[in-house]
């Protein structure tokens, strides 16, 4: 059978799994998923009810940006994302972290999900206290990857590493949204001019929420 | 030098990393780090300021206790904590993960942190809602710790692994603070006396925090 993601519009911890397939060049269908119907069948591959959702050929089943990714890897490990030395890979899950849970909760959830979410489900304009505290926490988390890449090639070192691939994820929804002042940083451009340059990344410019267009520069390389 | 590990009181991310140490068979010294008053040398270590933070012996520094707990299974590949068999490592780590960020976040966050922190800190009472939100969570996580162990030997499968780890830190602190309805849980308590007679667990059973005395079961491995 063919592996299948189960995914969501703007779900950052989707596009973390998508970027990773797409580096290890893994064939994969994509499903969305509305989490917030609950399907009884979508529950019993995940009981927390979030995606993404994995399901591998051979029917076996994953669930969590963080452990798809690290399957991914193992499973896949030329070319590793994670690294092979011991502190570099610390170093790594370290950021993944980061962005996957501070990040995300600090900044991607107060921004998108308000916005994006309530709209969808109708559930009222969106929370000006949660948009402000949004974006007051965007800009130390964008001066801390100005920070990371003036001092190395990618966030967690030399290499290309799951450290880009949950930032870049975060970053692309709330770029989706037009919501990341890009002139005020340019060191954190410059990295995620090199993240969207790569093939893995493609898939995800091509992203059209119904009812929702991306600004212009989203797709644009040279933004 | 000597490993160091700059914990703080009843935080399950610390204790998480404790039992790991214990039960690769490490030496380390403890530090309690007082989070709240930010210092800057702790802050260089760590720039979210949160504990768990360990020093190793040639002076490396890690953070987060899923970042030490995979860097300490790596480094200490002997008796592996997260699996050999790529299916069971992502289990561990879908399970690591449920304890360690929506465990924490539904429950012991609510609970322990409401109750404790804020006496700590002078920050008034308890808030009411988090509280009850703290215990009518606790219910339904009792209960797939239950339907777990009542299907596999460990949370994960055959082998005591970091999801074992990662739940019984949390539950050892709301068990500190007498929250757990035991009585109700036969399956849970029959595995959580398991955790608890590892040797890797009995620094934490002997942990006193100032002002604050755990309930007589706590100790006792035949609660």
Not at 76 to 96: F, W
Not at 169 to 177: G, I, K, T, V
Request: some cysteine; charged content about 25%; hydrophobic content about 40%.
């Amino acid at each position: 059978m063919i592996r299948t993601l189960y995914h969501g519009w703007l779900s950052p911890f989707s596009r973390e799994v998508r970027i990773v397939l797409g580096e290890k060049g893994l064939d994969f269908d994509m499903v969305v998923e509305k989490v917030w119907e609950r399907r009884p069948e979508f529950l019993a591959m995940n009981p927390t009810g979030e995606v993404p959702v994995l399901v591998e050929t051979e029917g076996q089943v994953l669930s969590g940006a963080g452990v798809i990714c690290e399957f991914l890897d193992e499973s896949h490990p030329k070319d590793t994302l994670i690294g092979s030395d011991l502190l570099v890979r610390a170093e790594t899950r370290r950021l993944r972290d980061w962005f996957g849970v501070k990040f995300y909760t600090e900044v991607t959830r107060n921004l998108v999900d308000e916005k994006l979410y309530k709209q969808f489900m109708g559930m009222g304009a969106p929370d000006s206290v949660a948009i402000r505290a949004g974006h007051e926490n965007l800009g130390p988390n964008l001066a801390y990857i100005s920070y990371l890449t003036e001092r190395r090639r990618w966030l967690a070192g030399e290499n290309f590493s799951l450290a880009d691939v949950a930032a870049a994820a975060q970053l692309s929804c709330l770029d989706y949204m037009d919501d990341i002042p890009w002139p005020e940083v340019p060191a954190a451009k410059d990295w995620y001019a090199r993240v969207k340059s790569r093939p893995s990344f493609q898939p995800l410019l091509e992203d059209l929420i119904p009812g929702l267009k991306p600004p212009k520069h989203y797709k644009n390389l040279d933004f």
